[in-house]
């Protein structure tokens, strides 16, 4: 998932697989909708896991249900629990987790029985700090699979249509229709490329659990651009995702044509566990996607597609070079103003009530969100004016940070070439100031 932090989940690769049942719309509705959070160009829906609500990424670049953060989460049980390894994006090792069978996942009307899970032990693979909201799990192929899927990015909304020709043709009407492969449980979509003067032939997987424009494989084909520059892509559960981000000239699907977007270039080390299909050359994610409302339809190898207000948007980055998450929450005391009904004998006597109104407050103790920074880019303007990794932030702008969610953070990082951004932070107990200025290096 990019964030300004990008968080990317691919593929993962268990060692051991097991058939699973699809997610089926209950008593005979013929859509369901469910609302989600858009957060990133991600989306998180909610969904019960044996009873249990869960907060899921909703990913079409996996086919396993992957589970983590549960330590909070002790009343979820699990049936038929065996030990295996998993593996995926980044640079570092397989990590040890468990596989789950019979489970029951629910939500919004549509449901799954006798689904399969992996579970990841590891606790310090925790996508909520990055994220700022509580996420406990990734679901992908199996939501797909047996329905036509519309996401409409603009209303914050997934309908689960029936799959069948009745509703193709409502769908024919509305949307424009690009051909699509399902490959390893995945979906493909075939685009071209305009990088240094040559158009390119490009099978992308199409990829919702991704929150950059396009990421790119460097191959014979097409190379990295000579005007780029090294930064953190995301984090896989095998470890931290590095690579580079240019621009390339175009981009075009089906009819849709995309100019100067922002692509990243993974390096070959955090790309290694992935398992690729033949041809493929990269991934179409969530800053190209939520311009359109889609339906994904595997059954009939079809994306259905229809421009939305954000289509034309220009495409940006974090300028600053600095990614922040979560560290944590700390008691933090704020000033409530009381709304009291002032009685008084006489006019005088409420006057004198209306002098010392502002003495009607008292003290409250709220936890907020620690912000810290995690990863520094190299001759970024973060680092040149002297911030570190580590650093926590103590005020943005003149404001507290925790009046931000860190969506807004990641977006103020995202603003107009020339804007100051002031941070004042708290290194090894000392207060420190500092100051630079957003600049695009591309």
């Known amino acids: 998932m990019k964030k300004y932090i990008v ?13 699973q049942n699809d997610f089926l719309i209950e008593k005979n509705h013929k859509k369901v909708i469910i609302p989600f959070k858009l957060i990133n160009n991600l989306i998180f829906i909610p969904i019960k896991v044996n009873g249990i609500e869960l907060n899921f990424l909703l990913d079409s670049g996996v086919e396993e249900t992957i589970l983590f953060s549960m330590e909070d989460k002790q009343e979820v049980s699990f049936n038929n629990i065996e030990k295996i ?3 995926g994006l980044g640079s570092e090792e397989e990590i040890e987790g468990l596989k789950s069978t019979n489970n029951v996942l629910e939500t ?11 579970i990841i032990l590891d606790q310090s693979f925790n996508l909520s700090s990055h994220i700022g909201i509580p996420v406990n799990g990734i679901i992908g192929h ?12 603009h209303k914050k909304k997934v309908t689960i249509h029936l799959n069948n020709e009745e509703t193709r043709k409502k769908l024919a009407k509305k949307f424009r229709s690009v051909p699509i492969t399902i490959e390893r449980s995945k979906p493909y979509i075939y685009t ?18 991704n929150s950059d424009a396009f990421w790119i494989f460097e191959n014979d084909r097409i190379k990295l651009p000579s005007k780029n520059f090294p930064d953190f892509l995301g984090k896989g559960f095998s470890g931290d995702i590095e690579g580079h981000r ?19 270039f993974p390096d070959s080390t955090s790309i290694r566990n992935v398992k690729m299909v033949p041809d493929r050359i990269g991934s179409v994610g969530g800053e190209i996607l939520k311009r359109f409302t889609l339906v994904l339809d595997y059954a009939d190898r079809k994306l259905y597609l229809k421009k939305n207000s954000k289509f034309s948007e220009p495409f940006t980055y974090n300028k600053s070079g600095i990614t922040i998450q979560h560290n944590g929450l700390q008691w933090v005391q704020e000033t409530v103003h009381l709304e009291t009904v002032q009685v008084a004998a006489s006019l005088g006597e409420l006057e004198n009530k209306e002098k010392n109104s502002s003495n009607n407050f008292r003290y409250k103790f709220s936890l ?25 932030i103590i005020s943005i702008n003149g404001v507290l940070p925790y009046k931000f969610s860190l969506q807004q953070i990641n977006n103020l990082l995202k603003s107009e070439d020339d804007v100051w951004i002031n941070l004042e932070v708290e290194r090894n107990s000392l207060i420190l100031k500092f100051r630079f200025k957003l600049e695009d290096e591309l």
């Open 246 to 264: 240019a621009k390339i000239e175009k981009f075009s699907i089906g009819d849709f044509e995309f100019k100067n977007p922002i692509v990243s």
């Open 142 to 153: 199996k939501f797909f699979r047996n329905n036509l899927v519309e996401i409409n990015y």
């Open 7 to 19: 968080l990317f989940f691919g593929v993962f690769l268990p060692f051991s697989l097991l058939a």
């Open 108 to 118: 919004h009307g549509i449901k799954s029985s006798n689904h399969l899970v992996y």
């Open 368 to 392: 907020k969100p620690v912000y810290e920074i995690v990863n520094i880019r190299k001759s970024s303007p973060a680092e040149k004016c002297g911030l570190q990794k580590g650093d926590i």
């Open 85 to 87: 390894k998993l593996r």
């Open 192 to 209: 071209t490329a305009v990088a240094n003067g040559n158009e390119i032939p490009a099978k992308l997987l199409i990829d919702i659990g």
